[in-house]
């Protein structure tokens, strides 16, 4: 079974600019999350959806949107990109979004603002 | 809120060697779920093994298994018989109850042959 994929794996943006990254959920699963990770960090969270809603927004401007669509991938948006937002993007699924399942990541986008 | 602390920023371990990569947390949820995962420098995020706070024994997953002391609130990774492909920064995470995970600044562990 293919697990989850996203794409593009790599991109180069100028400030300013906007860029939608996408996500698709191991099979069967319905829960989408979006992680940002700063060079050096531990993944931050920045949104997370189920059963096409949003179900939890982390810490992030309104330049971050998202939504989930009927056949359970994702796209994540940003706008007004800024040098800080150069980062590596992970998308997870999950089952269902409770405490005890794992959630499976993809490989990232590597976003990069020049 | 919750957190997640990883003291450690880098680990050398010898090849063949068992490591142990220490993770605490804080939570004031009876019911949380702890997990690490393995970040190659690939980029992707591997799940590893995942220990649930109502949990009676300590997991375990082939060579991973996770020291869970629950009074002092740690939830340490010991690999066994290490390999250089374990060579890799590795995260501990907690899921909260709305399932966002939280994780930890993470240990970098080369493994040396």
């Known amino acids: 079974d293919a697990g989850v994929t996203q794409s593009p794996t790599h991109l180069i943006k100028t400030r300013g600019q906007h860029v939608t990254l996408r996500c698709s959920p191991i099979?069967?699963?319905?829960?989408v999350s979006w992680y940002q990770q700063v060079l050096g960090q531990g993944p931050q969270f920045i949104f997370q959806?189920?059963?096409?809603?949003?179900?939890g927004r982390g810490n992030f401007p309104d330049r971050f949107s998202a939504r989930q669509f009927p056949n359970y991938s994702s796209e994540l948006n940003v706008n007004a990109l800024l040098l800080g937002d150069s980062a590596l993007y992970l998308c997870?699924?999950?089952?269902?979004?409770?405490?005890?399942?794992?959630?499976?990541f993809g490989d990232g986008t590597r976003l990069s603002i020049l | 809120a919750q957190k997640i602390t990883q003291t450690q920023p880098g680990m050398f371990v010898q090849e063949k060697e068992a490591v142990t990569l220490d993770c605490t947390y804080d939570?004031?949820?009876?019911?949380?779920?702890l997990f690490w995962y393995k970040q190659p420098s690939s980029g992707e995020m591997i799940f590893l093994i995942y220990?649930?706070?109502?949990?009676?024994q300590n997991a375990t997953e082939g060579r991973y298994s996770l020291n869970f002391q629950k009074a002092r609130k740690s939830a340490n990774l010991v690999i066994s018989a290490s390999q250089l492909g374990d060579s890799a920064m590795y995260f501990c995470?907690?899921?909260?109850?709305?399932?966002?995970?939280?994780f930890g600044q993470g240990t970098e562990l080369s493994v040396k042959p």
């Open positions: 995470a907690m899921r909260e109850p709305g399932g966002k995970l939280i």
């Open positions: 997870a699924s999950s089952f269902v979004y409770s405490q005890v399942q794992p959630q499976h």
């Open positions: 099979s069967g699963h319905k829960s």
């Open positions: 939570t004031s949820d009876p019911s949380y779920g």
């Open positions: 220990q649930g706070s109502y949990d009676q």
């Open positions: 959806y189920y059963e096409k809603e949003e179900r």
